[in-house]
C-alpha cells in the first residue's frame, strides 16, 4: 500500500476506532450498572469484530462486483422483509427481527445498504437527455424505494423509512438533473406534509384510518417533542445538564441508553469531553467523505457516496438532536457509538465498499 493511500485510509480508521473506544467504554458502565444490559459490552465487542472482518473482506473483493449483482441483495432483502412480518419477533411495538440463539437480525437495516447500492447502479445507467427521461428516472428511483418502505411501514418503523428517503434525496441532489425537478420535489414535499400536518391536528379519527393505530402511535411519539413530552427526554436532558466536563457523573437512569440515548448517558458517565471528542471524529469523517464526493468523477460511485453520506449525517444530526431535545424522537441510533449489531455490520459495509473506491477517485 502506497503512504498517499494509507494516509486517506487513516482519515477514516482513526476516527472510527475513536468512536468505536467510546462506545465500548460506554457499554462497559451499561453493563455494570444497568439491570437486563449485563452482556452489552461482550456483545459489542463481537459486533465490532465481525464488522472489521467485513471491511476486510469487503475491501478485497472489487466494488464492481457488489455494484453488478445489487439488484439479486436488493430483492432478496426485499423478501426478508416480507417474511419477518410471519416470521419476525416483536420488539418494543416493532416485529422487524428475526431472532435466533444468540443474536437477532434486522433486514430493515440491510435495506439501507442494498437500497444504496442498487439506486446507484440503476441511475447510473439511466440516460438522460430530456426532461422526459429525467421524470422517468426519478419515477423508477422512487419506486424502488417505496417498495421497501411499504414492508417497513407493516412493521412498523418509522426512522428506517425516513433514511430510505434521506438516501434517494442524496442522489437526487448529487445526480444534477433540470432545477425545475428540484422546485417539483419541494413543492410535493411542502404539500405532504402540509396535508399530513391538516390531518394529524384536526382529522386525527381519518389519519389513523389511514396509517393504522401503531403507526399513528410513533407519529404521536415522534411529535410530542413540540410539548417536551416525553420522559425519555426528560431523563436525558436531566443527565446531559448535570454532567461534568470530565469524569462519571450521578447522573438518572435513561431508557434505551445504549441505543437511542447514547449521547447523553455517555456525556453523564465520560463527561461533556467525550461529546465533543465524538463531534470532533464525526466532522473529520463528514468533511473527509465530502471531499471524495466532490472528487469522483464516476457517477455510479458519486450516487454511492452521495447515498451514504445523506444517511450517515442525517443519522449524526438526528441522534444528537434527539439527545439534546431539539429533532423529535425516531429510533435512529448514532453511528459506530449506539449498541446494535445489524446496524453496525452494515455501516461497516458501506466503509468497505468506500474503502474499495479509494483508488478510483482519481481517475
Not at 71 to 85: A, D, P, R, S, T
Not at 124 to 132: F, L, T, V
Not at 199 to 221: A, C, K, M, N, P
Request: contains cysteine; proline residues 3%.
Amino acid at each position: 500500500m502506497k503512504a498517499k493511500e494509507l494516509k486517506d485510509k487513516c482519515f477514516i480508521i482513526i476516527p472510527i476506532l475513536v468512536l468505536l473506544i467510546i462506545s465500548l467504554i460506554n457499554m462497559f458502565f451499561v453493563s455494570k450498572t444497568m439491570d437486563g444490559y449485563q452482556n452489552y459490552l461482550f456483545k459489542q465487542a463481537l459486533w465490532f469484530g465481525l464488522g472489521f472482518l467485513v471491511l476486510v473482506i469487503f475491501t478485497l473483493l472489487k466494488s464492481k462486483i457488489f455494484f453488478k449483482y445489487s439488484k439479486y441483495l436488493y430483492f432478496i432483502n426485499v423478501l426478508l422483509l416480507i417474511l419477518v412480518l410471519f416470521f419476525g419477533t416483536t420488539v418494543n411495538g416493532s416485529k422487524a427481527w428475526f431472532q435466533f440463539p444468540f443474536f437477532s437480525f434486522q433486514p430493515s437495516e440491510l435495506m439501507k445498504f442494498s437500497l444504496t447500492l442498487y439506486l446507484s447502479n440503476i441511475l447510473a445507467g439511466a440516460k438522460k437527455n430530456n426532461m422526459k427521461d429525467e421524470f422517468k428516472i426519478i419515477l423508477k428511483a422512487l419506486f424502488i424505494t417505496l417498495i421497501p418502505s411499504l414492508f417497513v411501514f407493516l412493521e412498523p418503523d418509522t426512522g428506517a423509512i425516513i433514511i430510505y428517503f434521506i438516501i434517494l434525496l442524496g442522489m437526487i441532489l448529487a445526480y444534477k438533473i433540470n432545477y425545475k425537478w428540484y422546485l417539483l420535489l419541494a413543492i410535493l414535499l411542502i404539500g405532504l406534509v402540509g396535508a399530513f400536518g391538516y390531518l394529524y391536528y384536526f382529522e386525527q379519527d381519518l389519519l389513523i384510518d389511514l396509517i393504522g393505530t401503531s403507526f399513528f402511535y410513533r407519529v404521536d411519539r415522534l411529535l410530542s417533542f413540540v410539548n417536551n413530552d416525553s420522559f425519555q427526554l426528560d431523563r436525558a436532558l436531566i443527565s446531559i445538564g448535570t454532567a461534568k466536563f470530565f469524569g462519571t457523573s450521578k447522573g438518572v437512569y435513561i431508557p434505551e441508553a445504549p441505543t437511542d440515548f447514547i449521547v447523553a448517558y455517555s456525556i453523564s458517565k465520560l463527561g461533556i469531553f467525550s461529546f465533543i471528542i465524538i463531534l470532533v471524529s464525526f466532522l473529520v469523517l463528514d468533511i473527509y467523505f465530502f471531499i471524495k464526493l466532490f472528487k469522483t468523477k464516476i457517477i455510479k460511485h458519486k450516487l454511492f457516496i452521495a447515498g451514504f453520506l445523506a444517511m450517515f449525517i442525517f443519522a449524526q444530526i438526528q441522534n444528537i438532536g434527539m439527545n439534546l431535545g431539539v429533532l423529535p424522537i425516531i429510533g435512529l441510533p448514532l453511528p459506530f457509538v449506539s449498541y446494535g449489531g445489524t446496524n453496525i455490520i452494515v455501516y461497516f459495509m458501506f466503509l468497505g465498499i468506500l474503502m474499495n473506491l479509494e483508488d478510483r477517485f482519481k481517475k
